[in-house]
């Protein structure tokens, strides 16, 4: 295998010996190109994703390195070997991104004979542990070799093996994800041991149509015997397994997935027309079933006309009663509350003479109250005037035994009083007086204004005195 260095190397050599260099730069620039490559063959750069193995050819050591990161290895005496941890195998998809993905899809032959056509991707991972990764690498020396004498192989074998479990029409019925489970179970855990058997296979289908039928929509089952290989079992109950070749690499199933399966011509055509004629019983059926239903729906119409009519006729005997009843009821009602307002009448009377007798009762019982009171209230005025007497009797005699003190006593509090009242009060004696005539004649009127004159006269006499003087 050429290096990348010594293809790098050969144009600068021709340079140098077209355009004849000395020696000494010719030696350098090819110590240069052998330093160069002996550091790219010292170190080792793993990527994410890939598991390298390293073969030590001087000591025969094998290194397996999973992680990304730089490593050493051997210059020139080693040899590096690269694996997808996560590899791909799809059958049927034409889409792929590199050539194990552009299988054509598995031909399979069911139990029954016929043949379908499977596209199945499945999707393997590589152990991390090292020793089942250096005994793969013993095995099959290199990535390419893995997938096409393991893994494609393995894969196609089991599909083809799981196949005969079933016949083609159960697999295109609705046993297309039960075949998907049983195929990922033996991928991961080993093939079923299996023998071949004649087997009763039930199928459910619509009764034919018939004049007798009692359910058109009845379902019967069908028992069909087939040659199928089944798997064997033990005292468990477990199915038997064969060794599985991926499991003593580690390498592990992490999915399974089939896509559109397609049938040979000849059992495309046996469902087509099986379809076809399950298709035209249930049409058949529910034509049927819309004629009855129809005759059903007439029948229904006509017992629901004549119900409605009874009804009716049910319907206004009832009102007719309840008229005559509602009109009973009523008069019933007026006599009875007639009768009620005749009772209150009788009543109100009876209360308004128990009440006129209870306010009698009631100004009987004052009228007595008042009685007793005004005598207990003469007897009281009377026995108070008595001893009021007593009392006043008695301040009298003490006063006539002690006549002078009393007399003092009095004179003593009548001067207090007139002292304290008219301490104040000046008294004016009037300077002019009209009294009576002769013999206690009563003073008039003209006397008073007569004078009253003179007494003007006398005092204007006076002022005029004081100014002459």
Do not use: C
Not at 155 to 166: D, E, K, S
Not at 333 to 341: H, L, T
Not at 353 to 362: D, G, N, R, T, V
Request: hydrophobic share 35%; charged share 25%.
């Amino acid at each position: 295998m050429q290096k990348e260095s010594d293809v790098d190397a050969k144009p600068q050599l021709q340079a140098v010996l077209k355009n004849k260099v000395s020696m000494p730069v010719v030696g350098g620039i090819l110590g240069a190109a052998a330093l160069f490559g002996l550091i790219n063959n010292s170190i080792l750069m793993t990527d994410a994703g890939y598991t390298y193995v390293h073969q030590n050819n001087v000591t025969g050591e094998l290194a397996v390195f999973n992680e990304p990161g730089i490593h050493l290895r051997m210059p020139f005496l080693s040899k590096i070997t690269q694996y997808d941890q996560v590899i791909t195998v799809s059958y049927g998809n034409t889409t792929g991104e590199d050539f194990y993905q552009r299988l054509p899809a598995i031909q399979v032959r069911f139990a029954d004979t016929y043949i379908g056509q499977i596209p199945v991707t499945f999707r393997f991972k590589l152990s991390q542990d090292p020793q089942a990764i250096i005994k793969m690498h013993r095995e099959f020396r290199n990535n390419n070799n893995l997938i096409d004498a393991l893994l494609v192989k393995n894969a196609r074998n089991v599909t083809v093996i799981t196949a005969t479990q079933y016949t083609g029409e159960e697999f295109f019925q609705g046993g297309l994800n039960q075949f998907k489970s049983k195929l990922g179970d033996q991928l991961r855990d080993g093939i079923y041991m299996t023998e071949r058997r004649q087997v009763e296979v039930e199928q459910i289908d619509l009764a034919p149509v018939g004049i007798n039928q009692t359910n058109p929509n009845q379902l019967q089952r069908t028992q069909q015997l087939v040659w199928k290989t089944v798997p064997v079992f033990d005292k468990q109950g477990s199915p038997k397994r064969q060794d599985n070749p991926l499991s003593q690499y580690g390498i592990a199933v992490t999915q399974v997935t089939i896509g559109d399966p397609k049938p040979e011509e000849q059992l495309d055509k046996l469902l087509s027309d099986k379809k076809r004629l399950v298709a035209d019983r249930i049409r058949a059926i529910q034509e049927q079933e819309t004629s009855k239903a129809q005759a059903e729906t007439e029948q229904l119409r006509k017992e629901i006309q004549r119900t409605r009519e009874v009804q009716d006729a049910q319907r206004n005997k009832e009102l007719a009663i309840i008229s005559q009843q509602k009109e009973v009821e009523v008069a019933r009602q007026i006599a009875e509350r007639e009768i009620v307002e005749v009772e209150k009448k009788k009543r109100l009377a009876e209360v308004e003479k128990e009440k006129e007798l209870a306010i009698a009762e009631a100004n009987l019982a004052i009228q007595k109250a008042n009685s007793l009171s005004a005598e207990y209230e003469a007897k009281a005025i009377l026995a108070k005037g008595r001893a009021e007497a007593e009392i006043l009797k008695a301040k009298y005699d003490a006063y006539g035994a002690n006549r002078e003190v009393y007399l003092a006593e009095l004179n003593r509090d009548v001067s207090t009083a007139l002292y304290n009242n008219l301490k104040n009060y000046q008294v004016e004696m009037p300077k002019n007086y009209f009294g009576g005539g002769e013999g206690g004649k009563m003073t008039s009127n003209l006397d008073v204004i007569t004078g009253l004159g003179a007494l003007g006269l006398l005092e204007k006499s006076d002022k005029l005195a004081a100014k002459e003087k």
